[in-house]
C-alpha cells in the first residue's frame, strides 16, 4: 500500500510539474479541454503505418547475400503470404541505417493480431483509425507482376471490422514503403515511370476497397520523404550530396524536387482515377497529408519574419500549393528559378484542386532565421545543414535561441513541445488555402530517450502534450477551421523507421517477446476524454491515478 502510494504521490508531483514547465516554457494559457469542446461529428482516432507495426517470418526460399536480419515496421509477415522486399527492407538490413541498431523482425505483429488491436480501439471508443496498405504486399512485383489476393483479403479483414464496429477506415496508399524491385527497375521516384506504377496500384486499391473506405489519402509526407531519402539521405535509398551528407551518389539540391514533382503529379492522375470511377461508390473524398511544422521568427528582424513565411511555404506549400492552386509557391519559383519543375498547362489543371482534405501531420515549432542576407552556422542539435542553400529557401531553422529551447524537449531533436504552434498551423493552412477541410492526421510526443523508461507506463507528459495540443486545435476551430478530425500518433508503440525503438509515441506498449498490448496512462486518458468525463479536465489526485492505473 505504502508503495502503491508514493508511486502516485511521484506520479502527480510529476503531472503538475510537467503541466507548470510546459505553461512556463510555451507561455501557454490553454491546457483544459473537453469532448464537447469539438463538433459533435467530429472524428478521435490513432494512426500507425503497415510497415511500422511489422513481423519478420524468415522464408528458406529468401536468398540474400546480406549479414544480418532484416528489419520491419507495424503489420509484419515481411515475406509472408506472397509478399515481396520492400525499399525499406533492404535499408534496414544494412547495419548503421537504424539509430538503435534494432530490427523489426517481430515488431507489433500486427498482422496476425489485427483482431486484438481492432478490439483494443474499439475499447477506447475511437470513431476512425488510419493505416497504410503495404504496395509491396498487394503489388510485389508492380505492374509486371499480379495483384496479391491474400493481401486484398486480409486489408478487407480489416475494413470490415473497423466498419462493423463504427470505426471510421482512413487509408493511406503510400507511407514510404514501395517493392524493392522498382527502384532497382528504374531508379524509384526519380523517375516518371513510378507515376504508371503508383496510379496502377491505387486503382488496385480503389477497386477492391472503395464500396468501404470513405477517406483516401494518397500519399504521406511528400515533403519530408523527399528531404529524407534524397537530400539527407536518412531513408532509403539514401541518397544525397555535400554538405547534407556524403553519400556514394545523389544530388540533393535538385533531386528532391524531382522526386516531388513525380510524386505530385502520380497523386493528381490517382485523384483524377478515383473521382472518375470510384468516388460515387461511398461519396468518398481524397486527400493528402504533409509534414507541417510551425515556423517563427528567430528574432523580430524583418528579415527573419520573411524567412519564417519562407518556410512554411518551402515546407508545407511545397506539396499543397499544387494541389489547390496547380503551381509551386512563388517563394520556391523565385529562388529556385530553371531548377524547379515546371507543370505544363494541363498538368497544373489536372493537380489544380485535387485534394478534398488536408492532413495535417504536427510534432512542433521551429524558429526560421535569414540566411540570404546574414551567415548561418548550424551549432546544436535541433538545426540542420545546408541552411545557405536554395533547396531549404536559405533560412535557418532551430529549436534553440540563445541556447533556450523554444518548448519542451522530446524524444526527436526537432519536435518540441509548443501548444500554440497547433493552433498557428491551423490558422495558416485555413487562411493559405481557403479553408479547405482539414484532420489532424498525425499528432504525437516521445519522451527523450534517457527519460522514457521511467514513464514508459505512467505517461503523464504525453496526457499534458495531447490536452495542451487538443485545447489550441479547439480554439483554432472557434475561430472558424474546418478541423473534422484527430489523430494521434500512434496507437501502439512501433519501429520508428531510422529511430529504431528507442522513440515511443504509442498509447499502448508492447511488450516483448510476448508482443501482449499493455496500456498507457494516456490510453485510459484517451478513453476518459472521448467518454466525455471531467477526471482529468484537473490536475490529477492520488485515488484518481491509482484508479486509472488499475483499469
Known sequence: ???????????????????????????????NVKRSDFPHEFL??????????????????????????LHFQVEGAFHEDGKSLSNWDIFCHIDGNVIDGSNAEIADDHYHRF????????????????FSISWSRVLPRGKLGVINQVAIDFYSKIIDNLVLRGIRPFVTLFHF?????????????????????YVYFAEVCFRSFSDRVKHWLTFNEINLYAEFA??????????CSPPFGDCASGNSDVEPLVVAHNMLLAHGQAAKLYREKFKS???????ITVSAFMYVPLTDDENDKEAANRALAFNNGWTLDPLVFGEYPPEMRKIHGSELPRFSAEQSLLLSKSIDFIGINHYGTLYAKDCIHSGCICNDSSCTAGSDRAIRGYVYTAGERDGIPIGERTGMDRFYVVPR?????????????????????????????EKDDSFQLHDVGRIQFHRSYLAHLAQAIRKGGDVRGYFVWSLMDNFEWSNGYGIKFGLYQIEHPTLKRIPKLSATWYTDFLNKSTIFDAPISCNDASRLQSQ
Not at 478521435?44 to 536480419?69: D, E, I, M, N, P
Request: hydrophobic letters at 40%.
Open 177 to 197: 514503403e514501395f517493392p524493392h524491385e522498382l527502384e532497382e527497375r528504374f531508379g524509384g521516384w526519380l523517375s516518371p515511370l513510378m507515376q504508371e506504377e
Open 1 to 31: 500500500m505504502k508503495t502503491a502510494k508514493l508511486k502516485c504521490v511521484i506520479i502527480v508531483t510529476y503531472f503538475l510539474i510537467a503541466s507548470i514547465s510546459a505553461v512556463k516554457s510555451s507561455t501557454e494559457e490553454l491546457t
Open 281 to 287: 461508390k461511398m461519396d468518398g473524398v481524397l486527400g
Open 230 to 239: 534524397y537530400e539527407r539521405a536518412v531513408f532509403p535509398p539514401l541518397r
Open 421 to 449: 504552434g497547433m493552433e498557428d498551423i491551423v490558422d495558416y493552412i485555413k487562411e493559405r488555402y481557403n479553408n479547405v477541410p482539414m484532420f489532424v492526421t498525425e499528432n504525437g510526443f516521445s519522451y527523450p530517450v
Open 44 to 69: 478521435f482516432g490513432a494512426a500507425t503505418s503497415a510497415y511500422q507495426v511489422s513481423v519478420f517470418l524468415f522464408s528458406k526460399c529468401l536468398t540474400l547475400s546480406l549479414s544480418s536480419s
Open 115 to 130: 483482431m486484438e488491436d481492432i478490439e483494443i480501439m474499439e475499447s477506447l471508443g475511437l470513431t476512425a483509425y488510419r
